[in-house]
């Protein structure tokens, strides 16, 4: 699903993002990318999503050169990809229905099969029922979920989430952090960014580990407790 090869990412004045990254991700597989703050988290993500383009390198996502595609086909590559940012990025005066139809409403769906889409995704994070309820109306774990179902809309086979956590106490990371796996266990490739040890422990899956730009670490877990937690559940 996912190839980097030599990746490299600098910015304007010196500063190195990423230095000779590479690695690969098979399909339906779930990885978690850790390193302190500052480390290239964030910068690898927005390279998979061509928010950003590498200095030098590799990028491929199902098996396309995602940095040499042309800008008019780059939102038929985000077609595929869901997003889920730390910070919700919800529209403030659109109600949730229409904060996470946008995808089927720009590919051109009819309001009744955006709707359908919209509770469809709803319901696999908990949320049918706030359908037409604003951001301001939720807390801060229901606006994380709205946004995982915005990114799961349109079914897609690769959910990168960056910090998904960082702004939700225990209890509500352990709720994200089981959703994303549920993900997983329906095929979808995840790759979510985090610096929570606690959580990285009890998913124990495949962890990167960046440091200062480089992978310093390719390293697999033994089997957490929410992993088995999503596991055992009946489908």
Do not use: W
Not at 75 to 97: A, D
Not at 119 to 145: D, K, N, T
Not at 152 to 164: R, S, T, W
Not at 185 to 203: C, K, N, P, Q, S
């Amino acid at each position: 699903m996912i190839r980097l090869h030599s990746v490299s990412k600098s910015y304007p004045g010196g500063q190195t993002a990423l230095d000779e990254v590479t690695f690969e991700i098979p399909r339906g597989q779930f990885v978690i990318l850790t390193g302190a703050s500052g480390a290239g988290k964030t910068t690898l993500l927005r390279l998979l999503y061509r928010e950003e383009l590498p200095t030098s390198g590799q990028v491929l996502v199902a098996g396309r050169n995602v940095s040499a595609l042309p800008a008019r086909k780059v939102p038929y590559l985000r077609r595929n990809i869901g997003v889920v940012f730390q910070s919700f990025r919800l529209i403030e005066r659109k109600t949730v229905f229409e904060n996470i139809a946008y995808l089927p409403r720009i590919l051109g769906y009819d309001t009744t099969r955006q709707r359908r889409l919209a509770i469809e995704a709803l319901r696999r994070v908990g949320l049918a029922h706030r359908l037409q309820a604003f951001p301001s109306q939720l807390s801060g774990g229901e606006q994380q979920r709205v946004a995982i179902a915005r990114a799961l809309i349109n079914d897609p086979e690769l959910l990168l989430a960056d910090e998904p956590t960082g702004n939700l106490d225990g209890d509500l990371a352990q709720q994200i952090a089981l959703l994303l796996l549920d993900c997983q266990r329906r095929g979808t490739t995840v790759v979510m960014a985090t610096h929570d040890r606690e959580l990285i422990r009890r998913i124990g899956q495949r962890v990167l580990t960046l440091d200062r730009g480089r992978l310093a670490s390719d390293e697999r877990l033994p089997p957490g407790d929410l992993l088995a937690a999503v596991t055992e559940e009946p489908e």
